[in-house]
């Protein structure tokens, strides 16, 4: 390669050669800018080893960090900001650096750092692998002369073009990290804790730490851009200014990175810092520059003024910096209130401000700068204003706050409660007892603060549930605050027209009331619906006798101040009412006798059902007597039905059944024997004593053991059993076979009170109705175990009998008796 650079040199037309003006060896990147308007040489004089810096009188945009002087090694370098920046505001920052151009042995590099050292322009660290802003670096006279100086409150992105890790106790800066000799690294380096906790150069904290692809001293300017994003929170109402510092060599983001810093305050104390250059070099005095294209927040300020309505100030004014056409945002920078001389004043919403569009926000200007003056109103005693509450209907589509609204039973609501430190109340609790016609959603407790950025976020509402207070978050500062929000759902207590709310803020021995609130409800009627089924349907869907009726009315009132009318229940010709149920569901219901209700409206509706049956008596008789054959000896004797039963199946114990479905009148039964038992003449028989008919002559067909029982008691309530059925015939009834009148079994008496059927007017409340259509009856002879002896027909012995059938006919009556 030296041949044949020798031969190109050879080859080339004669120039003369021309040093490069300041002893740069490159012109730098054209620019409009002058480096000395915007920088101020490092104050830094160590003795043993000079600084280097200057402002180049031929290029103006650039300034020298480190000079390429043979007989001054050792030196240092630095350029500071003559105004600090604002990190509150976002800032780019364009610049063109040369590093050198022999990368085998051009060493150590500089740094670009953000400062709040209080020595300002004398900040300084040590030369060598220190860049100009670590401790922990000799001063190039003596390898024990360590330099413990550097800068303090401080923030350094370092462009390395040495790799420092050799066994000299100074020269381990990097030597934890990737070897980059020849190369060169970036990185991120907080100079030094304060108080200073490193003891070595190996212990000088790299944050980030960046191989590069190419050589940093490669004899070109470098393309290199700083970014700043800031970034608030806050933790326990306190404000934090955090960002991303972002930085990049070349326009290549893998030749960079971006660094987040929780709390500027942890590293520079402040958040207004001094931006500026170190530098330095060891044994290799090394020329490195820099030319400035764009400076950090260079847009025209924007100014926000506090002012009470008459426009005298009652705050200091708040100056946002920014760069041109990057957004800013005053209200971010207003407090809802200022204390100014002991006065407390309220952002009374208004406001002026010199922007093309007149708002509070936009972008900033290059040429242009913006005033945004806030009004603020002088409120005085603050009480009022320390607690706020509002609410909303979320049900009915509300969506902002107000201190009353209307509201329907089931609606949701949403209560706000506003707190602000304006009576020096920084801490306690929150309390709010709710109405008894409002009932909290859990798990709806919500609360905005600083912390959330002002955004409502789910809160724990154990302590609210349980005795209705909440916490206040954290310290309160003056002027800030909180809020708070719940739902709750209406649930209407009784007849209440308005659900009044108040609540209290309890700090100590101190309590404060908020407004009051009030939920408008609309005046409450009920209904009752009167429903009329026919008994015997299936009640899932009984079969209605006759049109539901149902009554509105003022909750509280009974039915028959609007409707005196017959309807509860109604009559209905040919049915009998005999029970009712207030359950809407009729297949699980209780039923109780029938009688005439008279119910308040309430705010929950109700159903009456009155259930029906059509008037009827039914006489159900076991069809036959059968007893069986006998041999006709002429015998005194008596024959019983269950003599034969196992060839006759006679059903035993005989007896007949009586369904009482009438309801209006005492029932009665009898029984008549039509004739003797006689036989049917057979002509045809081949015995001549049977071709003509013959009479059981003196034969006595005698019931015994009768017994009257109501067969539905075990699925009929009390009150359904309470009629008096009376059995008349004695224990051995013989019947006569010719009786002319029949013979009475059993009456049963009505005790009860009838609906009248051509009524139009109901009867009193809680008249009372007959129990009607539960009436079902057996009368047996016997039972079990004595049904078979129980029925006999006696013959006399001088009574002819023939081998043939005998009957007879039994009428059974019954009857409805006055």
Request: charged share 15%.
């Amino acid at each position: 390669m030296v041949i044949m650079l020798i031969i190109s040199t050879v080859l080339l037309p004669g120039r003369p050669a021309q040093a490069a003006a300041d002893g740069f060896p490159v012109a730098p990147p054209a620019s409009t800018l002058r480096a000395s308007d915007y920088f101020n040489k490092s104050t830094a004089n160590p003795s043993n080893f000079p600084n280097m810096s200057a402002f180049s009188t031929s290029y103006p945009q650039a300034l020298v960090v480190t000079g390429k002087t043979k007989t001054k090694s050792w030196q240092i370098g630095g350029m500071w900001s003559k105004n600090k920046i604002d990190l509150n505001s976002a800032f780019t920052y364009d610049t063109w650096h040369y590093f050198g151009s022999d990368p085998q042995h051009d060493a150590d590099g500089m740094t670009f750092t953000l400062q709040n050292d209080p020595a300002g322009n004398g900040a300084y660290g040590s030369p060598g692998g220190g860049l100009g802003a670590y401790p922990w670096s000799t001063d190039g006279t003596s390898t024990t002369a360590i330099v413990k100086t550097y800068i303090h409150n401080a923030l350094s992105i370092e462009m390395d073009s040495w790799w420092n890790g050799s066994g000299v106790a100074d020269d381990q800066f990097d030597i934890n990290y990737p070897n980059t000799f020849g190369v060169g690294h970036l990185g991120v380096v907080r100079p030094g804790d304060d108080p200073l906790k490193s003891t070595n150069s190996r212990t000088v904290g790299h944050l980030q730490y960046i191989q590069l692809k190419n050589p940093l001293s490669n004899g070109k300017f470098r393309h290199f851009v700083v970014t700043w994003t800031p970034q608030v929170t806050y933790q326990n109402g306190t404000r934090i200014l955090g960002g991303d510092l972002t930085y990049s060599l070349d326009d290549d983001p893998t030749q960079g990175s971006t660094f987040h810093i929780d709390n500027v305050l942890t590293y520079f104390k402040s958040d207004q810092v001094y931006y500026g250059y170190t530098g330095a070099s060891g044994a290799n005095p090394t020329f490195q520059a820099v030319a400035l294209i764009k400076t950090p927040q260079n847009a025209q300020p924007v100014t926000v003024n506090f002012v009470d309505t008459t426009g005298k100030a009652i705050a200091t004014p708040v100056i946002i910096p920014g760069d041109p056409n990057n957004s800013w945002d005053a209200a971010t920078r207003r407090p809802a209130w200022i204390k100014y001389q002991n006065d407390w004043y309220q952002y009374t919403e208004h406001y002026t401000a010199n922007t093309p569009d007149g708002q509070d926000h936009g972008q900033f200007s290059a040429t242009t700068p913006y005033t945004v003056t806030y009004q603020y109103q002088l409120r005085q005693p603050p009480a009022e204003y320390v607690l706020k509450k509002s609410l909303r209907n979320d049900s009915t589509g509300e969506t902002t706050f107000s201190t009353a609204t209307d509201g329907h039973d089931g609606d949701l609501v949403t209560y706000q409660l506003d707190f602000t430190n304006l009576a020096g109340l920084s801490s306690g609790v929150l309390k709010d007892l709710l109405d008894a016609s409002t009932v909290y959603q859990n798990g709806s407790l919500q609360i905005a603060d600083a912390d959330t950025n002002g955004a409502f976020q789910a809160a724990d509402d154990t302590s609210f549930k349980q005795n209705g207070t909440i916490n206040f978050p954290y310290a309160i500062a003056d002027g800030d605050g909180f809020s708070v929000r719940f739902q709750v759902k209406i649930a209407r207590a009784g007849t209440a027209e308005t659900i009044l709310n108040q609540a209290s803020v309890v700090s100590g021995g101190t309590t404060m009331q908020s407004n009051q609130t009030t939920i408008n409800l609309p005046p409450v009627n009920g209904t009752v619906t009167f429903r009329y089924v026919d008994r015997s349907s299936d009640m899932a869907d009984p079969t209605e006798i006759a049109p539901s009726v149902t009554v509105t009315g003022p909750v509280g009132q009974v039915v028959s101040t609007v409707d005196g009318s017959a309807i509860r229940p109604k009559s209905i010709a040919g049915w009998t009412v005999v029970d009712q149920a207030t359950s809407e569901d009729l297949t699980t219901a209780s039923f109780d006798q029938a009688s005439v209700l008279d119910p308040q409206f309430d705010t929950d509706p109700l159903v009456i059902t009155y259930r029906y049956e059509r008037p009827m008596l039914k006489l159900s008789v076991d069809q036959t007597l059968d007893f069986g054959e006998f041999t006709d000896q002429q015998v005194d004797r008596t024959y019983y039905i269950g003599e034969n039963q196992a060839k006759t199946h006679q059903a035993l114990p005989f007896g007949v059944t009586i369904e009482d479905y009438y309801g209006v009148a005492n029932w009665q039964l009898s029984v008549k024997q039509d004739g003797q038992f006689t036989s049917t003449a057979n002509p045809d028989s081949q015995d001549a004593d049977l071709h003509t008919a013959h009479e059981l002559t003196d034969a006595t067909l005698h019931l015994l053991n009768p017994t009257l029982k109501r067969t539905n008691d075990a699925t009929s309530p009390t009150w359904a059993t309470a009629d008096d059925a009376t059995y008349e015939a004695p224990a051995d009834l013989a019947l006569d076979p010719a009786a002319t009148t029949p013979t009475i079994l059993a009456t049963l008496t009505r005790t009860g009170h009838f609906l009248d059927p051509d009524a139009t007017t109901a009867e009193a409340a809680g008249t009372k109705y007959d129990t009607s259509g539960f009436g079902t009856w057996r009368l047996n002879f016997g039972d079990e175990a004595s049904g078979a002896t129980s029925v006999g027909l006696h013959v006399p012995a001088s009574t002819t009998r023939y081998h043939t059938r005998y009957e007879t006919t039994l009428t059974w009556n019954l009857s409805l008796v006055p």
